[in-house]
């Protein structure tokens, strides 16, 4: 599944951030499918973070458009890290 994913990612958009999300999160689709119950909150990210930093690796973006990503420059993973926590403070939790 996993293999999958990546494949089908870097033939359409040959980018370590496509394809290190689309396997990160086909793999948690995957495991959300067999839990009984919702993860907590944190799994979310902390989850994606385990997944998809490993294959993006330092691959270098820079922010476009969005407010949020204005002067960011480095790999998704790391966006997601240091911003979608701080948004868990101005929304209501699931936890």
């Known amino acids: 599944m996993a293999a999958d994913a990546a494949l089908f990612a870097a033939a359409t ?18 495991e959300l499918l067999t839990m009984s119950v919702a993860p907590p909150q944190s799994w979310w990210v902390n989850h994606y ?10 691959a270098i973006y820079t922010g476009r458009g969005a407010p949020a990503a204005a002067g960011y420059s480095g790999p998704v993973w790391r966006f997601v890290e240091n ?10 939790g699931t936890d």
């Open 13 to 30: 958009y040959n980018d370590f951030a496509a394809i290190s999300s689309a396997v990160a999160f086909t793999l948690m689709l995957a």
């Open 49 to 58: 973070l385990e997944l998809s930093a490993p294959l993006e690796g330092r």
């Open 83 to 92: 911003n979608v926590p701080l948004s868990f403070l101005y929304s209501p």
